[in-house]
């Protein structure tokens, strides 16, 4: 069930007003948490629902394995309980890596083993089979869990419902953000009471998520299909242009999801962790890593960068570490070798920074306590955001031959003439990044706490609504569906 639809403006209201009559049967809110989400999910494919079923099933159990062997524990039995718990955790991230790996990355590594092998007959290996909907974002929710009950992070539950919730909770379970167990599965274990603060606070964040994916993302959406699907015939300005313009694209398609996430949870009485903080007001490369699809960025480093040693290692181990961390970061966005490459080439941007010892450099937010930036600032994040359009040309190619062919249209003679734009488009991302500027150190784009008054309120978000009715694009799903 997509956000921006009329299923999900009527699943929505239905869901929230049953929850809070449910509010003093913590037990109740949590199945129906559940049913709800499943009945969510199920809107795209019922079959769908055995794979998460499965996923969350195996997670829980490993959890409650591991607190049995511990159970039986003793100082002559310590290494003894080590083995038995790393092997159930291991046996769980394998059970669960290789379903991901069936789904999401069978006919990839396929075609790609047959295209240097090519006697091989590959429509008899091939595998007719759907990618389910998140199942990257699922499936990484519920191994934290996992990991973390090994690590002793975070004690086995055994509230079953509970847990089916933490993993299938549906405002983040298809694109995230991507939880941690630590701060969503206690949530569901206590009593939430309606804050109505809150709610509105979510209603506002909603609004800026739909008006980003709706309004910027999707607008955007047809002028970079109509340019791409034609690129060899474009100038040089124009292909730039639309690469601009996916650049915005991706950010509102994605963060616009985020925020309607986190918005919606908010209205249930939980919490969700921020999983974009204004990425293109980075000022090098690594800040924008600590600002882009933030869930994401920290599950890597918790879970694989850190073990391999992360920085804290000789230079070549750092090296090692990085363009593994970056290397599966694009891998997991999808099977393709575009995907591996773009990862590949935020990797080399960001060795020189950490190998330098500068990669956390930039820990405040640009400009804090001015209006403006200055000079050096402004230099820096237009460095910065260009890296990121040449990056996200990459991402948005169907194969590496077209990024780099599409790259190389660019610097035309006819580069520097005036390029094919998106018309009224420009004026909705000049909106966006404005209101983000004005509001960069707050939680989002309509946190609007500085502004008392209600008579300024109330017409912003008229003007919102406004734009999300009219200016609208033709509905599409979100990017991040396909990971």
């Known amino acids: ?8 403006l009527i699943f929505l209201p239905i869901v929230f007003a049953i929850y809070w009559l449910l509010k003093d049967r913590v037990k109740f809110q949590n199945a129906f ?27 829980y159990a490993s959890g409650l394995l591991i607190e049995r062997v511990r159970l039986k524990d003793n100082e002559n039995e310590e290494q003894n309980c ?13 059970i669960n890596l290789l379903i991901l790996g069936v789904f999401k990355y069978y006919n990839f590594f396929i075609e790609s083993f047959v295209a240097l092998f090519p006697s091989l007959n590959a429509d008899r290996l091939l595998l007719n089979i759907i990618l389910p909907v998140g199942i990257s974002f699922y499936t990484f929710q519920a191994l934290s869990y996992s990991i973390d009950v090994y690590r002793r992070k975070i004690e086995p539950t055994h509230d079953i419902v509970a847990f089916f919730a933490y993993v299938s909770f549906f405002p983040q379970l ?10 969503l599965l206690p949530q569901f274990g206590q009593k939430r009471e309606f804050d109505y603060a809150t709610a509105v606070d979510g209603c506002r964040q909603m609004l800026w998520g739909f008006f980003k994916k709706m309004v910027v993302a999707d607008r955007c959406a047809v002028f ?9 015939s474009q100038s040089g300005s124009t292909l730039l242009m639309a690469a601009i313009c996916f650049t915005f694209q ?10 309607i996430a986190i918005g919606t949870a908010k209205l249930f009485g939980i919490k969700l962790k921020r999983n974009f903080n204004v990425p293109y007001f980075s000022r090098d490369i690594a800040e924008f890593w600590r600002r882009w699809h933030i869930s994401l960025t920290t599950w890597f480093r918790d879970y694989l960068y850190i073990p391999l040693g992360g920085s804290r290692v000789c230079k070549a181990k750092v090296v090692r570490n990085t363009f593994i961390i970056f290397l599966v970061s694009g891998l997991w966005h999808g099977a393709n070798w575009t995907f591996v490459v773009w990862g590949a080439y935020h990797a080399l941007l960001f060795l020189p920074l950490i190998l330098l010892g500068k990669n956390r450099r930039y820990t405040n937010t640009v400009a804090e306590g001015q209006l403006l930036p200055s000079f050096i600032e402004f230099l820096q994040m237009l ?21 780099f062919d599409f790259i190389s249209n660019i610097f035309q003679q006819d580069l520097i003439t005036v390029p094919q734009t998106p018309g009224i488009t ?45 200016y609208s694009s033709e509905s599409e799903a979100f990017i991040y569906f396909q990971f």
């Open 1 to 8: 069930m997509l956000f921006n639809s009329i299923d999900f």
């Open 33 to 59: 948490v559940v049913i709800a989400s499943y009945f969510f999910y199920g809107w795209w494919d019922w079959r769908f629902l055995i794979l998460i079923a499965f996923t969350s099933a195996c997670s």
């Open 82 to 94: 080590k083995r038995w718990t790393r092997l159930i955790t291991t046996s769980n991230i394998i």
């Open 174 to 183: 298809v694109a995230g953000p991507i939880e941690r167990a630590t701060n």
């Open 224 to 232: 970079v299909d109509n340019v791409w699907n034609d690129y060899a």
């Open 250 to 259: 991706i950010y509102g398609d994605f963060s616009g999801y985020s925020d």
């Open 383 to 403: 460095m910065t955001f260009v890296f990121a359009v040449f990056g996200w040309i990459i991402f948005r190619s169907e194969n590496i031959s077209q990024s």
């Open 426 to 470: 420009l004026l909705f991302i000049i909106i966006m990044l404005v209101t983000e500027w004005l509001t960069r150190t707050k939680e989002h784009g309509l946190s609007i706490e500085g502004i008392k008054q209600l008579w300024i309120r109330i017409p912003i978000y008229y003007i919102f609504v406004f734009c999300i009715i009219f």
